[in-house]
């Protein structure tokens, strides 16, 4: 097996002295010695680049999904960019705010917002409250009934369009926890109601297929639903979502953030939509702009079976493949070019055996223990999908250009894992 496919890569990468991995002019083994492992290295103009295209395809409609990931450079990053933030909590709307990110640059999402998420967006006057559900009607005109703003409104709609993704990430589908149905005619009553009432500025409807989802004639059949549905009312604005999948192992192929969009206005045009559109790519936005450098900490041969290569993360660090089953590459960075013949299966260092980072890696023949190895594409839900478990601390994380390393979230330190604990 050659080479780890360039398309997996960053935009900036490329082969460095001595055959090494090098992204926007560092040299990966370095940023190792600099910052240690586990690590995310991302691409900070190929991030930039993608922002750029989603505002260049969508406008003022460009709405960068946070939950992808999250901190306060990616939120500053995304907003000089020229992307609003979609926020799913009150904790991402901190983050995004924290950075700069003025209140009404917000998207505010959630199928069960608390109390105080809800006073918050009406208190600040974010961009758009994408309301989910009847509930959320009540509490949002009970709040505004008390003397707060009515806010800028997209009402989440469940268009019955199957995405054809992992079920887990699914989200368009009837029998959904999000959004109001439109085939049984909750959507349109919810419609009704919010031009009706004067606590709902209502702009538009808000339709989410899915995530990771590759073909774009989905977005296009899930548009032609949503349009049909929103037509009568002569709303402003209609966003599609995100859902925009990437190409995570050799092989997969995924629309391009402008081919997405160009087939959503093909289609747009086509139904004769006159409503802008929103959408909140995620996933398309940093995926492919970082990789994870791990050391290489115990190899485990199994003669006839197996070999075992042990990392020092895990699912702490990429949850992903244990989550969804979902695949990933993985290559040496410091022989970038080389074959990598070798089957393996990269593990971490977790108690349990579905601890798995990569299920059939392929790797150099002369693998050796102390080496870095790297998974490409770790860009999105790794970093904020990651968590504590076994008491790991978060790895840190850097955003590489011109030749500059910048350590944008440090690593945890064991006081970080006792900081809120009581005794
Ligand atoms: N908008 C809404 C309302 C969403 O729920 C999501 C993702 C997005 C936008 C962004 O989707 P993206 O462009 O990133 O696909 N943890 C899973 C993905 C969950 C996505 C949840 N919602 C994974 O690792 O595959």
Same mark, same amino acid.
Do not use: E, L, R
């Given at each position: 097996m050659s080479a780890v496919p360039r398309d997996l890569l960053p935009d900036h990468a490329s082969l460095g002295e001595g055959g090494h991995l090098t992204i926007a002019g560092c040299d990966t083994i370095d940023l190792v010695r600099e910052f240690g492992t586990p690590l995310f290295v991302y691409d900070e103009e190929h991030l930039r680049e993608r922002c750029r295209q989603a505002v260049a395809a969508f406008g003022d409609g460009a709405v960068y999904a946070s939950k992808a990931f999250l901190c306060l450079a990616m939120a500053r990053l995304a907003h000089e960019e020229g992307m609003r933030i979609d926020v799913a909590t009150g904790g991402e709307a901190f983050v995004a705010m924290s950075a700069g990110v003025p209140p009404e640059r917000l998207v505010v999402h959630g199928n069960n917002k608390s109390e105080w998420e809800l006073e918050q967006a009406l208190d600040l006057g974010v961009g758009r409250l994408v309301i989910d559900g009847f509930d959320e009607l009540d509490r949002v005109e009970r709040l505004v009934g008390e003397g707060r703003p009515a806010p800028a409104v997209f009402l989440r709609v469940a268009p019955g369009v199957d995405a054809h993704t992992h079920e887990y990430v699914? +989200? &368009?589908? %009837? %029998?959904?926890? $999000? &959004? $109001? +149905?439109v085939a049984n005619g909750d959507a349109a009553r919810a419609v009704d109601r919010a031009l009706q009432s004067p606590a709902f500025d209502l702009r538009g409807v808000h339709s989410h297929i899915g995530s990771q989802v590759f073909r774009a004639e989905s977005f296009a059949e899930a548009l032609e639903v949503v349009a049909g549905f929103a037509a009568p009312f002569g709303l402003p604005e209609l966003s599609v979502g995100g859902g925009l999948g990437v190409a995570y192992v050799e092989g997969e192929t995924a629309p391009t953030i402008g081919e997405w969009a160009a087939t959503l206005r093909r289609s747009a045009d086509s139904l004769g939509l006159d409503a802008r559109l929103w959408a909140e790519p995620g996933r398309a936005i940093v995926a492919s702009a970082a990789v994870t450098l791990y050391t290489v900490g115990a190899i485990k041969v199994i003669p006839g079976t197996r070999t075992y290569v042990a990392v020092d993360g895990g699912m702490s660090d990429n949850p992903r493949p244990v989550i969804y089953g979902s695949g990933y590459e993985t290559f040496l960075p410091r022989s970038i070019a080389a074959d990598r013949p070798l089957a393996v299966r990269v593990v971490g260092k977790h108690c349990e055996s579905g601890d798995v980072l990569v299920r059939d890696g392929r790797v150099p023949a002369d693998l050796a223990v102390g080496d870095v190895l790297a998974t490409p594409v770790t860009g999105a839900y790794g970093h904020s999908m990651g968590s504590n478990y076994n008491k790991m601390m978060r790895p840190a994380v850097v955003f590489v250009r011109n030749g500059d390393a910048r350590l944008v979230v440090r690593r945890e330190s064991l006081d970080d894992l006792v900081r809120n604990d009581l005794i």
């Open positions: 699914a +989200t &368009g589908q %009837d %029998d959904s926890k $999000f &959004g $109001f +149905t």
